[in-house]
């Protein structure tokens, strides 16, 4: 059974850093593609960071320059570091798992709150 925790979300102020990790169990780890989605109120959810198997990365563009995605294999995690973070960065934040052969979404995580005052 494919299980994907996440942690470290909260409340936070403008300009403040909060650092996402979420644990993986129940898959091959190091064969996935990992990435964090965020959905807000009344939003659709959106790709916020994804790492691949060859630790290449992607990032919206609304967060690039201020996240950072890693991954320890070892340790079947993934990193979510987020600096000077925004009152729009407010959102919950999922861990999603997928391999590149899946036609479907993937696996997801309960998800995490992020709420950034301003």
């Known amino acids: 059974q494919v299980q994907l925790v996440e942690s470290g979300g909260g409340l936070v102020q403008a300009g403040g850093s909060l650092k996402l990790s979420c644990v993986a169990s129940?898959?091959?780890?190091?064969?996935?593609?990992m990435a964090w989605y965020r959905q807000a109120p009344g939003k659709q959810r959106e790709l916020v960071a994804r790492?691949?198997?060859?630790?290449?990365?992607t990032y919206a563009d609304s967060v690039k320059g201020r996240f950072t995605i890693s991954r320890d294999n070892a340790k079947n995690t993934v990193h979510l570091q987020m600096n000077s973070l925004k009152p729009e960065d407010t959102a919950v934040y999922y861990c999603?798992?997928?391999?590149?052969?899946?036609?479907?979404?993937?696996?997801w995580g309960q998800g995490t709150q992020v709420t950034v005052s301003s």
């Open positions: 790492i691949g198997t060859a630790m290449s990365t």
């Open positions: 129940g898959i091959i780890f190091r064969i996935n593609d």
């Open positions: 999603n798992a997928r391999r590149r052969t899946d036609i479907s979404s993937g696996s």
